[in-house]
C-alpha cells in the first residue's frame, strides 16, 4: 500500500536551517510522478495549513508568503522522494511537518490530499 514517511525534523534555534524529506513508497514510478506532493504544518494550537506544494511532472512549486525565500521544495522523482530545505528557521515555524500526495494538482486544501505521512516535528527554540 501506499506510504509517505517524513524525516528529518528536530531542534533548532532560530536563524537555523533544516531538511525534511518525505519517502513515498507503494507507488510505481510511473503513477509517482502523477503525484503533485505538499507540506502541510500544524502548529500548537493552530489549524493544519498547507503552505508549500510541487506538482506532478512539470516540477512547479508554490509557497505561501510567510515561507516564501526561505523554504525550497524539490523531488527526486528516482527517489520518489521530496524534499523541503527550511533555512533561516522562526520561532513561529515550530509545528508538526506532514507531507501529503494529490493526485495530478497542487492545492493547499488537506481534503484534496489522497494520502498522508505520520508527521515530523520541528521544534524552532533559543
Do not use: H
Amino acid at each position: 500500500q501506499v506510504q509517505l514517511v517524513e524525516s528529518g525534523g528536530g531542534l533548532v534555534q532560530p536563524g537555523g536551517s533544516l531538511r525534511l524529506s518525505c519517502a513515498a513508497s507503494g507507488f510505481t514510478s510511473a503513477d509517482y510522478r502523477d503525484y503533485a506532493i505538499g507540506w502541510f504544518r500544524r502548529a500548537p494550537g493552530k489549524e493544519r495549513e498547507g503552505f508549500s506544494c510541487i506538482s506532478d511532472n512539470d516540477g512547479r512549486v508554490y509557497y505561501t508568503d510567510d515561507v516564501k525565500g526561505r523554504f525550497t521544495i524539490s523531488r527526486d522523482n528516482a527517489k520518489k522522494t521530496v524534499y523541503l530545505q527550511m533555512n533561516s528557521l522562526e520561532l513561529d515555524d515550530t509545528a508538526v511537518y506532514y507531507c501529503a500526495a494529490d493526485f495530478s494538482l497542487c492545492s493547499n486544501r488537506a481534503y484534496e490530499y489522497d494520502f498522508w505521512g505520520q508527521g515530523t516535528q520541528v521544534t524552532v527554540s533559543l
